[in-house]
């Protein structure tokens, strides 16, 4: 269009330097500067317009990460204390006590009743029971520990720091080997450790000894692996009538401190 103009002026100038021409050649230059005028204000606009976009896109894209970071951090705040429950996930704290109490109150009177006709049964069973929930605890302690050592670094490194993705990563890879053995049989869980005790078990009583052994080895996988480890409560332990009733009503936290768990 810049041309058009330019050409107008030109013949213009050319054909005649009468006043109606002149008058045409000066409406020529106006509409020529008018137009210059006008493309760069226009220039300007949709570079202010890009401006504007392209901080608005920056502003979001930091918000997106910002909302990911507390997104990461709250997850694996609730993976390392334990408070994220879940009514799909079948080993989460409230299902191991639930699993727990339906040991101690449903599973062990039914395998009790067979080992009741020698007294020299009950020592064993308690044994046993604590042998297999020690156990078991130790395996998942080392388990835990070899994947520790796979996402180990340095750190005293200079600069040196660990991706929170990577801790959270860890976490859920223990969830995994905690899911893992809630789905695996009891009886092929327990085989190396119950083979330790063997020799201690009557061959009369040993069908039901090697499902107690079973049933303490699984459970107390699961509650090792939760976050904190989770142990039957042995020394608040009271004794009753029964001398048989040698589970604790309560689990625990598995340390020092650790104060038992309320049983729903």
């Not at 106006?30 to 493309?39: A, D, P, T």
């Not at 390392?80 to 996930?89: A, Q, R, V, Y």
């Amino acid at each position: 269009m810049e041309e058009h103009y330019k050409r107008q002026v030109m013949e213009a100038s050319k054909s005649s330097k009468s006043p109606s021409v002149q008058s045409t050649c000066h409406r020529c230059e106006q509409n020529v500067l008018e137009h210059k005028k006008s493309m760069t204000e226009m220039e300007e606009h949709y570079k202010r317009k890009l401006t504007e976009a392209r901080s608005a896109l920056r502003e979001n894209e930091e918000d997106f990460k910002s909302f990911k970071d507390r997104m990461a951090s709250n997850l694996s705040d609730e993976i390392k204390t334990g408070t994220s429950e879940s009514m799909t996930n079948p080993v989460s704290q409230t299902k191991l006590k639930e699993m727990y109490d339906d040991l101690r109150v449903m599973k062990w009177p039914k395998i009790k009743d067979h080992l009741k006709s020698s007294n020299h049964n009950r020592k064993i069973a308690e044994d046993l029971m604590k042998d297999m929930f020690e156990a078991a605890q130790e395996k998942m302690e080392k388990k835990k520990e070899q994947i520790e050592k796979m996402f180990k670094f340095n750190k005293h490194s200079p600069g040196s720091t660990q991706d929170p993705k990577v801790t959270i990563h860890k976490q859920l890879a223990v969830q995994n080997l905690q899911k893992a053995l809630y789905v695996s049989r009891k009886q092929d869980v327990v085989k190396i450790p119950f083979l330790k005790q063997e020799e201690k078990i009557p061959k009369d009583y040993e069908k039901y000894f090697k499902q107690l052994a079973a049933e303490c080895f699984w459970l107390g996988s699961l509650m090792a692996l939760n976050n904190p480890p989770l142990q039957p409560a042995w020394m608040s332990r009271v004794p009753g009538p029964d001398a048989w009733n040698m589970f604790p009503e309560s689990i625990h936290a598995s340390h020092k401190d650790s104060e038992p768990m309320e049983q729903h």
